[in-house]
């Protein structure tokens, strides 16, 4: 009896080993929790490309929408551990959604890190038919008319709608959050003109605010950013403190083999790398962190720092899932 599962567990790590020598042998999916063409997505697509030549398979892109994130966030936990699923996420999907919605895992014992991706400054945009020409009229406006001000978000825990708890808590004003399933249909109704704002990440705005189609008031960061370099910073612009960032993230459901993950991480960074990967995150207003901050250990040890972080503000304010 010993002998046989002895035997079994030989041809069973004989199984797993031969595995990951031929993986990827097939297409490989990247869930994106959010609408296409928001800025998820937009990273998401920009790095299936390269990764593809990388892993000789084609890396495609599942956008799950729904409930701020934690939808698609489930559905990258939940799949099978083999490496042909990779989750996508951020702040939002990724910590804030831990500590408001009633999730069936863990997000950080049930996931696999595998690499930080970039992050990206906020930035202020309004529909160009809003009064305000600067942030100082915004605040006013937005102080006469509390509660009454539409602004758009990709969800309840959203980056975007955290960036938003943020500002009311910062600038004592109260907004009216306006819900939907990704920033890229919420971009859509503010340059139609359906909504007034959104506290948006630069990587969707950049396209619009360049185009004229919209107005941006102020950037979160601590300095201008080289694509839109007339916005002034929120301390330039007489909010100071006011500075947050949305950082993107990729995982693996729990227990992926330990090869199988490090082709995978070897691929993320081979295309963060990447020239043409680089500028065009830049063109986004985004910033690659430095190889040693790429890897899974990294992303682990950062994922742990921002949920405490993050947790104890979200509850403070009261955030529930609608």
């Known amino acids: 009896m010993r002998r046989a ?58 956008n799950v929408t729904g409930a701020g994130g ?14 042909y699923t990779i989750s996508m996420g951020n702040t939002g999907t990724h910590v804030a959604a831990g500590a408001i919605y009633p999730l069936k895992f863990d997000l950080l014992t049930d ?74 249909p919420a971009m859509q109704d503010l340059v139609a003109g359906q909504i007034d704002m959104i506290i948006d990440q630069a990587s969707n705005s950049m396209n619009q605010i360049k185009a004229g189609s919209i107005k941006a008031l102020a950037v979160s960061g601590e300095k201008r950013l080289a694509g839109l370099p007339d916005v002034p910073t929120a301390d330039e612009a007489g909010l100071p403190g006011f500075q947050v960032a949305v950082w993107n993230a990729f995982w693996l459901p729990k227990a992926t083999p330990k090869e199988v993950s490090s082709k995978l ?42 949920a405490d972080k993050w947790w104890p503000i979200i509850k403070a304010a009261n955030i529930k899932a609608e």
Do not use: C, W
């Not at 069973?12 to 020598?21: E, V």
């Not at 990827?24 to 998820?40: K, L, Q, W």
């Not at 509390?146 to 758009?152: D, E, L, R, S, Y």
């Not at 963060?272 to 063109?283: E, K, N, S, Y």
């Open 70 to 83: 934690s939808i698609g966030a489930t559905r990258g936990a939940q799949a099978a551990p083999d490496g």
């Open 5 to 62: 599962i002895l035997v079994a567990a030989i041809l069973a790590l004989g199984i797993t080993g031969a595995q990951a020598q031929t993986y990827p042998s097939r297409p490989i999916t990247i869930i994106v929790p959010f609408a296409a063409g928001g800025p998820t997505d937009v990273i998401g697509r920009a790095l299936a490309e390269k990764m593809r030549a990388s892993l000789g398979q084609p890396v495609l892109i599942e």
């Open 265 to 306: 991480n070897a691929a993320v960074m081979e295309a963060l790398a990447d020239p043409t990967v680089r500028q065009r995150l830049a063109d986004l207003g985004l910033e690659i962190p430095p190889p040693a901050q790429q890897t899974p250990e990294a992303l682990g040890k950062y994922h742990k720092a921002e």
């Open 111 to 184: 996931l696999e890190p595998l690499a930080l991706i970039a992050t990206n400054p906020m930035v202020i945009v309004t529909k160009n038919g809003l009064p305000a020409k600067n942030l100082g009229e915004l605040l006013a406006l937005l102080k006469a008319n509390a509660g009454q001000v539409p602004t758009g978000t990709a969800g309840v825990g959203s980056a975007t709608h955290l960036a938003g708890i943020y500002f009311q808590a910062v600038t004592g004003t109260r907004l009216n959050f306006v819900p939907y399933r990704g920033t890229g």
